[in-house]
């Protein structure tokens, strides 16, 4: 397993764009994280978009969706991602859009909570995707049950994820296909205690990762530090790392949540990467879809070079303050391009 594609240096792959958009140039973003439904079928204990859901339950209509995605090609982005603030298989046209993603020369991604797999939405995945990443989060039905809460609480859905994971791998294997499929897990006080055991189970059944984070609830840190006492089982997990299977804990999520210290003084991942939520706006940052006030437009209105390339953005950006951001995931990439930008760099002899 080629472990770079985790390394945050891959933003210096696109130097030319942003030597572009340094410039005062504005190329479109080489990536896309596109929300195609805020609806779910798990109530995650965690979740942090459950308030953004609670005045507009919707799905990216079919004919924006895949609007969005040809614009994007046309103007260069080289990625999509088809995640959300809610569960992207609920939408019908995601399995579409995966599709014509991929037909249009962009690679491709989904992440999902895993409980809405089929035979055929695997076999779309698994030709087209570059990545599929479940989030778990659970080592076993109660603490599945307890903490993603499926609206199906009857069926086995724990056992069911399990399943389609299998499947995934088995159907990799058929189509002699490169995609990654990996595990996400969120650590939390019902679900550490059985971690190695996952990790072991998971690479029995030809999971390429696991992906561990701390969970981050705003205002409630007791959570949070749960991530120091569940080490010791996570490094119990990390021993099951070899060629084949990669188990990664994201060690610096934890500091910045407990710090929010940022080395950087200005947000410039935004030139790299937009955010499309369901309600069809496009957002500054996936931490704040739903919020209006860092919308760049409506989808539903204007083409996304419009919004792209229009007044409101310029607007948002301008009054933005970076103070005010929650633990960003993206504060290594732009420390990166903060150094790549400043043109005095400092010490920079000195290696």
């Known amino acids: 397993m080629d472990l770079q594609q985790f390394n945050s240096y891959k933003i210096l792959t696109h130097l030319g ?11 479109f973003p080489v990536s896309c994280e596109i929300d195609p439904s805020n609806l779910c079928n798990h109530d995650c204990l965690w979740c942090y978009f459950v308030d953004s859901r609670k005045g507009t339950r919707t799905n990216l209509k079919k004919e924006t969706l895949l609007s969005l995605i040809d614009d994007l090609a046309k103007g260069g982005t080289k990625s999509v991602t088809l995640t959300g603030g809610g569960e992207p298989l609920v939408n019908p046209a995601t399995m579409e859009a995966i599709a014509r993603t991929h037909a249009k020369g962009m690679r491709v991604g989904l992440v999902t909570n895993g ?17 599929v990443r479940i989030s778990l989060d659970a080592v076993d039905r109660k603490s599945h049950s307890k903490l993603h809460k499926p609206h199906n609480p009857t069926a086995d859905n724990f056992e069911m994820v399990l399943k389609n994971l299998s499947s995934l791998v088995a159907l990799r294997r058929k189509l002699r296909k490169k995609i990654t499929i990996g595990i996400g897990f969120l650590v939390h006080s019902d679900n550490y205690r059985k971690l190695s055991s996952l990790a072991s189970w998971l690479k029995k059944a030809g999971a390429d990762y696991l992906q561990i984070r701390p969970i981050f609830i705003p205002g409630n840190e007791a959570i949070t530090r749960v991530w120091v006492t569940a080490y010791k089982e996570i490094r119990k997990a990390i021993a099951l790392t070899d060629r084949s299977f990669y188990v990664f804990p994201i060690k610096q999520r934890y500091e910045e949540i407990m710090s929010r210290h940022k080395n950087y003084s200005c947000c410039n991942i935004h030139n790299l990467l937009s955010v499309v939520g369901a309600d069809a706006n496009v957002y500054m940052c996936s931490l704040f879809r739903g919020d209006g006030r860092f919308s760049f437009g409506s989808l539903y209105e204007n083409s996304f070079a419009e919004i792209w390339n229009g007044k409101r953005r310029k607007e948002v950006l301008r009054s933005f303050d970076i103070r005010k951001c929650p633990a960003c995931r993206y504060n290594t990439y732009n420390e990166i391009l903060q150094y790549v930008l400043n043109p005095k760099k400092p010490h920079a002899e000195f290696l």
């Open 17 to 27: 764009t942003i030597r572009k958009f340094s410039r005062g140039n504005n190329p």
């Open 115 to 131: 409980g809405l797999l089929d035979e055929g939405k695997n076999k779309v995945i698994v030709s087209c995707c570059d990545f």
